[in-house]
C-alpha cells in the first residue's frame, strides 16, 4: 500500500527496521535539545505529514526502550492519527521516571503502526446476550 508523505524534516522518512516490524520509528524533528524534567511532557516534531487512504490509521506508540530504560513514554498511547488529518505529526510525550531526560535531535522518539479500521453503527437493545464471561472484569479472570 503507497502513503502519501510530505518530509518537511532533516531525516529520511520512516522505516521498518526488519522485514517483519509492524512499526516504524519517529525521530525528533529538533534543532537543540529538548529537556524533560520528572513528570514533564513536551510536544515533540516529526517534520511529517501523511495522506493516509479512507479506512487506515496511525497509531502513535511508545518505543520499549525508552520506556524501559528511561520510563519516557507517549502520553496518549496509542495516539491515533485519522485519515483526514493534514497537519503536522508530533509526538507527546512524558518523562514518569525520576530523573530528567534529555531529547536530542534525530533521536527516535516513538513509533508508528498503520492499521486498519471499520466504522460502526450502534444498535441500541434492551440486553446484551449471555456469555461465560459475563460483567467479570479488573482481573476477574486470575493472574495466570
Known sequence: MEVKIVN????????????MSAGMDLKANITEPIEL???????IPTGLYIELPDGYEAQVRPRSGLAAK????????PGTIDADYRGEIKVILINL?????????GERI???V???YEQIEWK???????SERGEGGFGSTGRK
Open 70 to 77: 528511561f520510563g519516557v513514554t507517549v502520553a496518549n498511547a
Open 124 to 130: 441500541e437493545v434492551d440486553e446484551l446476550g449471555v
Open 97 to 105: 521516571s525520576k530523573e530528567k531526560f534529555v531529547v536530542n535531535p
Open 37 to 43: 524534567d520528572s513528570l514533564e511532557r513536551a510536544m
Open 8 to 19: 518537511k524534516s532533516a531525516f529520511d522518512v520512516p522505516q521498518y527496521a526488519t522485514a
Open 114 to 116: 498503520i492499521a486498519k
Open 110 to 112: 516513538a513509533q508508528m
